[in-house]
């Protein structure tokens, strides 16, 4: 299975979130989007939907949460 995961620089365009057939994104704070895993279906069209390749392909839960973290922890709080 593959694990869709935003940790580049979204432009917060919006496409993915009406893309998205499970709405599994949200958008934080007005200022990036965030794909919900627990409501995710893996289909790929967040993926194809964006423009700006904001959005990283994991094979494994485990690669796509350390991909959460480390974009999190980067990001000025
Ligand atoms: S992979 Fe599919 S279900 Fe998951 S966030 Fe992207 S568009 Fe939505
Ligand atoms: S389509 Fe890409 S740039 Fe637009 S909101 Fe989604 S992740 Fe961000």
């Not at 869709?4 to 432009?11: A, N, S, T």
């Not at 709405?23 to 965030?34: G, Q, T, Y």
């Not at 893996?42 to 959005?55: L, M």
């Amino acid at each position: 299975m593959k694990y869709y995961v935003i940790d580049r620089g979204c432009k917060l365009c919006d496409a993915c979130y009406w893309a998205c057939p499970a709405k599994a994104i949200r958008i934080v704070d007005d200022v990036r989007a965030e794909i919900i895993q627990d409501q995710c279906r893996h289909c790929g069209v967040c993926y194809d939907s964006c423009a700006n390749e904001a959005i990283s392909i994991y094979d494994d839960a485990a690669a796509a949460q350390a991909a959460i973290v480390r974009f999190a922890q980067s990001r000025p709080s």
